[in-house]
């Protein structure tokens, strides 16, 4: 069974407006606190159901791409001080890396060029 990218979508929007509009609440602290442990699990190196498919050229594009934007999000919240390497929250050159070899590389091998020839995520865009 594949584990679908967008609850990580949801988590990782919500970990990143909630780390910059609330950075010290307290009320909000024990739910941060789980919602980090979670996506201090997830990086590259992560073995999860359906994490094949993310190498699989052929294998649902969409869900690559909701992926990316999760991670793009991450990229875009405040790093814990107990981020492991590895994870997408300490890893931040090669999240970007990894957003940017999945917007123009993987997904595009696997429905063609044609769409995406104005998606191209440079050095400045994520």
Same mark, same amino acid.
Request: with cysteine.
């Given at each position: $069974?594949? @584990?679908?990218?967008?609850?990580?979508? +949801?988590?990782?929007?919500? *970990?990143?407006? =909630?780390?910059?509009?609330? #950075?010290?609440? @307290?009320?909000? =602290?024990?739910? $941060?606190?789980?919602?980090?442990?979670?996506?201090?699990?997830?990086? #590259? +190196?992560?073995?999860? #159901?359906?994490? /094949?498919? *993310?190498? /699989?050229?052929?294998?649902?594009?969409?869900?690559?791409?909701?992926?990316?934007? &999760?991670?793009? @999000?991450?990229? /875009?919240?405040?790093?814990?001080?107990?981020?492991?390497?590895?994870?997408?929250?300490? /890893?931040?050159? +090669?999240?970007? @890396?990894?957003?940017?070899?999945?917007?123009?590389?993987? =997904?595009?091998? =696997?429905?063609?060029?044609? #769409?995406? %020839? %104005?998606?191209?995520?440079? &050095?400045? +865009?994520?």
């Amino acid at each position: $069974m594949k @584990e679908s990218p967008f609850p990580f979508l +949801g988590i990782a929007h919500a *970990y990143r407006f =909630a780390s910059r509009t609330f #950075p010290s609440n @307290e009320a909000l =602290a024990p739910t $941060m606190a789980r919602v980090e442990t979670w996506l201090l699990a997830r990086g #590259p +190196g992560e073995q999860r #159901p359906g994490h /094949d498919c *993310y190498s /699989d050229p052929d294998c649902w594009v969409n869900w690559k791409l909701v992926r990316a934007l &999760a991670v793009a @999000e991450l990229l /875009d919240a405040p790093p814990p001080g107990n981020a492991p390497a590895g994870s997408w929250l300490a /890893d931040r050159a +090669g999240g970007r @890396e990894w957003v940017r070899e999945t917007v123009n590389t993987r =997904a595009p091998s =696997a429905v063609g060029p044609q #769409p995406f %020839t %104005t998606w191209a995520v440079g &050095a400045g +865009g994520v």
